[in-house]
Structure formats: structure tokens, C-alpha cells
């Protein structure tokens, strides 16, 4: 579910959003059963998001060298039923606020969906679980891009 580096997200070494994020809290996700479903849990989208965050160079070494704390909640992990090409739909919600004030700075709420194919596995719920891992890293891409475009003014 880890975002590479993004050429869209790219920030210069000098850029004052260079290790300037701490993820603070991350939330709304549920731990999968594997008998019942695939699901996203808060741990394994807090990986995905620190993984991210550090491969695109925004991620702070400790929360005193942040500007910003991030929190993140899965509102939703929409899902089919059934079906060769599994569509899921995550919906994320974003808040940045300034580390030292608390003030809000950005919000945002960020739809994504992915479609494992048949091609990709013909075992369901390994499809399901490619197609769960691939909204979610298509999310948290979307995210860096805004947040990037927003405040590397």
C-alpha cells in the first residue's frame, strides 16, 4: 500500500515540506478476518501512510522537528460482493494542522478507487485484498500530490 516517490509530489532538497509532516493519529480502519472479508486495519494503513510520507521525503524524524501532524480516518472501504474485476472505493479523511498551534491548515477528503482483475488473481479474496492495497495506495497518493501542490508555494 506504500506510495513510491512521486515526480508530480516531487519537492526541492531545500523545500520547507522536506520532513515536515508527523502522522498523529490514524483511525477508522478494521483489522481483516480473513474468513469473513478483507478489510484495512489502523496499523496497516499508519504503515502505509508513514511509508509514503518517507518515501516522498515528507515524513519528520520525531514530531518536534514537524510543522505539520497529520490524522487520517477511513470513512469508508466500499466494496463489491462478488465479481471477476473487484472494484474498492476507500474514502480518506485528511487533516493538517500546525504542530506548534493546532490551527487546522488543510483538509480534505479523498476518494480513490482501484479494480483487481480477474488477471491479477484468480483466488477472490487475493483480489479483493490487491484491490483493498491498491484504493488505499491510490488514496494516499492523491493526498501527497494536493498536499504538495497546496503548501510548496
Given at each position: 500500500m506504500v506510495v513510491a516517490a512521486q515526480p508530480a509530489a516531487a519537492i526541492?532538497?531545500?523545500s520547507t515540506l522536506r520532513g515536515s509532516i508527523w502522522l498523529a493519529d490514524v483511525r477508522g480502519g478494521q483489522a481483516?478476518?480473513?474468513v469473513i472479508r478483507s478489510d484495512v486495519g489502523n496499523?496497516?494503513?499508519q504503515e502505509a501512510l508513514?511509508?509514503?510520507?518517507?518515501a516522498n521525503h515528507l515524513l519528520a524524524d520525531r514530531p518536534d522537528d514537524a510543522r505539520y501532524s497529520l490524522s487520517a480516518e477511513?470513512?469508508?472501504?466500499?466494496?463489491p460482493d462478488s465479481g471477476t474485476a473487484l472494484?474498492?472505493?476507500?474514502?480518506?479523511?485528511?487533516e493538517l494542522r500546525a504542530q506548534r498551534s493546532n490551527r487546522p491548515i488543510l483538509k480534505m477528503t479523498v476518494s480513490a478507487p482501484y479494480t483487481a482483475k480477474m488477471s491479477d488473481s484468480v483466488i477472490v479474496f487475493e483480489?479483493?485484498?490487491l484491490a483493498n492495497e491498491g484504493s488505499i495506495r491510490e488514496n494516499i497518493r492523491v493526498f501527497v500530490d494536493r498536499f504538495v501542490q497546496e503548501l510548496d508555494r
Amino acid at each position: 500500500m506504500v506510495v513510491a516517490a512521486q515526480p508530480a509530489a516531487a519537492i526541492a532538497p531545500n523545500s520547507t515540506l522536506r520532513g515536515s509532516i508527523w502522522l498523529a493519529d490514524v483511525r477508522g480502519g478494521q483489522a481483516a478476518n480473513a474468513v469473513i472479508r478483507s478489510d484495512v486495519g489502523n496499523a496497516e494503513l499508519q504503515e502505509a501512510l508513514i511509508e509514503s510520507l518517507r518515501a516522498n521525503h515528507l515524513l519528520a524524524d520525531r514530531p518536534d522537528d514537524a510543522r505539520y501532524s497529520l490524522s487520517a480516518e477511513l470513512t469508508d472501504l466500499d466494496q463489491p460482493d462478488s465479481g471477476t474485476a473487484l472494484t474498492v472505493t476507500s474514502k480518506i479523511r485528511y487533516e493538517l494542522r500546525a504542530q506548534r498551534s493546532n490551527r487546522p491548515i488543510l483538509k480534505m477528503t479523498v476518494s480513490a478507487p482501484y479494480t483487481a482483475k480477474m488477471s491479477d488473481s484468480v483466488i477472490v479474496f487475493e483480489r479483493m485484498r490487491l484491490a483493498n492495497e491498491g484504493s488505499i495506495r491510490e488514496n494516499i497518493r492523491v493526498f501527497v500530490d494536493r498536499f504538495v501542490q497546496e503548501l510548496d508555494r
